[in-house]
């Protein structure tokens, strides 16, 4: 008898923790495990905003699949359709035909992408904060807009890229912003010529408040804190137009900004349609307590989900709508569950369901700055940050991970901020394309002059009018007087 065949689809938190439990509980030879995402690792993306900010290296804040999922069959590719009445998942791979794999058990952990709306200029201008290469093209524009701005006088032109803007109030725009806001504080003691009041951020939130997930009180204090940092936070305020970068708010004001980032909320990744499974209303794919994808009541045999593309009842009530919201918290710990939940049922066991309680949130708001909130307890400041740290530095996966993220914060403490940036980092063949040599392109044969002017000629003699042939001159005698008679 062959082996089960376990698809996981997508390699984020729940895809790679799903991926990892299964090592570690399935003996040799019992399953195979393969697990297909388009790149070969997995992004932290709490720490994106530390990214931005210069606290976290880049690459310290993703994590290797090669590397550490040592049982799991690595593609880097793409499932672009899933036939589950028929157990056909349909992969692409750069450079190879699209071909079918055939499985037993499928999960579904896919993730989620950034949710527009179709505002005119948003998708031509904005860019997002869901993975690592939009945090660092973020940091590198804020660098590189330092660097012109300070050659340029006061005027429309400076004032443009000394214009921050994050739309969305979650808890990704207020630490995008916060953040941002203090990089650009610490860079200016780098350009004299640049003061703090030149340089000014906008948060753009549609509702009367920001942070849903922390009391009324604390988002307030949130709210004071970044205004005194000189960052306006628009409430109740909507963007109608980002064309050319040109910020248009529901309340009539009007500015230019050279970096707009979006963090108005998620989607369910847009390829979940191309599958047979149950979707809900927003994409999602509707799931059991026990993970176990579901029609109605009727459980769909042999279809896993977890994480943001998922939706699954919270069970403690704490969920908006009955659902888990997605967040980290969630998607790992569902990951653990459904892990154990396929291993039972391949050994004939019976599944679990999720079940997990809120620990808080905590944000971090530039170095120093934080604030944490469980249930009507509230920690705000300092404290706060340190909380922010620890949580965050211990739940990022692998300990080889971690180590190197405390380690660049005990350097950042001791060295001070890195603002280094590469900004030519999206065009890196500019340099060399400016100075190769090219062959030399052969000159065209040149024509013989003598055949020139014959063409010229002919095509003269074409043109010009044809001329009449000169009238015979007739020669005139003259005629000879008569003589006049002679007188007798």
């Given amino acids: 008898m062959s082996k089960p065949q376990i698809l996981i689809v997508g390699g984020g938190y729940a895809g790679f923790y799903t991926a990892k439990k299964l090592e570690k509980i399935l003996s040799s030879g019992e399953a195979d495990v393969t697990l297909v995402d388009p790149l070969p690792y997995m992004t932290y993306q709490p720490f994106l905003p530390e990214v931005v900010a210069g606290s976290i290296e880049p690459r310290h804040s993703v994590v290797s699949l090669r590397r550490h999922l040592t049982k799991t069959n690595i593609i880097t590719g793409k499932v672009v359709k899933v036939n589950h009445a028929k157990k056909l998942a349909t992969i692409e791979v750069v450079g190879s035909p699209a071909y079918e794999w055939k499985y037993d058990h499928i999960v579904m952990t896919a993730g989620a992408v950034s949710r527009t709306f179709p505002i005119p200029g948003v998708a031509d201008v904005a860019i997002g904060m869901k993975t690592i290469e939009e945090a660092m093209n973020v940091r590198n524009r804020i660098h ?52 703090f009041e030149d340089v000014r951020f906008h948060l753009i939130e549609a509702m009367g408040r920001i942070m849903p997930e922390v009391s009324l009180d604390t988002s307030l204090w949130v709210v004071d804190n970044l205004e005194s940092r000189n960052a306006k936070v628009h409430l109740n305020t909507q963007l109608l137009s980002a064309v050319g970068g040109k910020v248009d708010l529901s309340t009539g004001e009007s500015f230019e900004s050279d970096l ?80 154990k939940n396929i291993a039972a049922t391949i050994r004939g066991g019976e599944v679990k369901n999720y079940f997990h309680k809120n620990l808080g949130a905590v944000a971090g708001l530039g170095v120093g700055v934080g604030v944490f909130q469980w249930r009507k307890v509230a920690i705000k400041g300092f404290p706060a940050w340190l909380m922010h740290r620890g949580y965050h530095g211990l739940a990022m996966p692998m300990w080889e991970r ?87």
């Fill in 144 to 195: 590189r807009n330092f660097d012109i701005a300070a050659n340029l006088p006061k005027g429309p032109a400076r004032d443009r890229l000394l214009t921050f803007v994050v739309v969305g109030g979650g808890f990704a725009g207020i630490e995008t912003i916060a953040e941002m806001r203090s990089l650009a504080t610490y860079l200016l003691r780098f350009y004299p010529g640049i003061a």
């Fill in 260 to 339: 707009i980032v979006w963090t108005a909320g998620v989607k369910a990744n847009p390829f979940v349609p191309n599958s047979d499974l149950p979707l809900d209303e927003r994409g999602r794919i509707y799931a059991k307590a026990s993970l176990q994808v579901a029609n109605g009541d009727k459980v769909v045999k042999g279809a896993w989900t977890a994480g943001d593309v998922s939706a699954v009842p919270d069970l403690s009530g704490d969920g908006v709508g009955g659902y888990c919201v997605p967040n980290a918290q969630h998607a790992v710990r569902q990951a653990k569950l459904l892990a």
């Fill in 402 to 488: 971690k180590i190197r993220v405390f380690a660049g914060w005990f350097w950042n403490w001791v060295l001070r901020r890195d603002i280094a940036s590469i900004t030519a980092s999206h065009t890196p063949r500019l340099a060399f394309e400016a100075s190769a040599s090219r062959p030399a392109v052969a000159a065209p044969a040149a024509k013989k002059t003598v055949a020139k002017k014959t063409v010229a000629k002919k095509v003269a003699a074409k043109k010009a009018p044809a001329k009449k042939a000169p009238a015979k001159k007739v020669a005139v005698k003259p005629v000879a007087k008569k003589a006049a008679p002679k007188k007798k």
